[in-house]
Nanobody, 127 residues
Framework: QVQLEESGGGLVQPGGSLRLSCSVSGRTLSNYNMAWFRQSPGKEREFVAYNGWSGGRKYYADAVKGRFTGSRDNAKNIIYLQMDTLKPEDTALYYC????????????????????WGQGTQVTVSS
């Protein structure tokens, strides 16, 4: 019943920016903790950012810290990932995920903790 749909991916030059969106249907964002993951061919799915229901609980992977910013609009049932100063190594298929469960900081980085997933949006950073 719960569906997540990412959008906003595309081709961008190094140093550029993109804003990803994840629209949630089938439920509100109340008590719904969400995260972003990414995956490149042949690589394990990688944690990117966490956006908890509590607005103050946000975590980022070291690789994106200071460059990516997560946010949410609970009224619109949308979460966002603002991606600035993009690098070629950011190239991947980006997924959003959600769960009603609450986890400690280390656990929110694990993909298996999330129950709901979108189908992904491609981000390619290249000249």
């Amino acid at each position: 019943q719960v569906q997540l749909e990412e959008s906003g991916g595309g081709l961008v030059q190094p140093g550029g920016s993109l804003r990803l969106s994840c629209s949630v249907s089938g439920r509100t964002l109340s008590n719904y903790n969400m995260a972003w993951f990414r995956q490149s061919p042949g690589k394990e799915r990688e944690f990117v950012a966490y956006n908890g229901w509590s607005g103050g609980r946000k975590y980022y992977a070291d690789a994106v810290k200071g460059r990516f910013t997560g946010s949410r609009d609970n009224a619109k049932n949308i979460i966002y990932l603002q991606m600035d100063t993009l690098k070629p190594e950011d190239t991947a298929l980006y997924y959003c995920a959600g769960t009603t469960a609450n986890y400690i900081t280390s656990a929110v980085r694990e993909s298996q903790r999330y129950d709901d997933w979108g189908q992904g949006t491609q981000v390619t950073v290249s000249s």
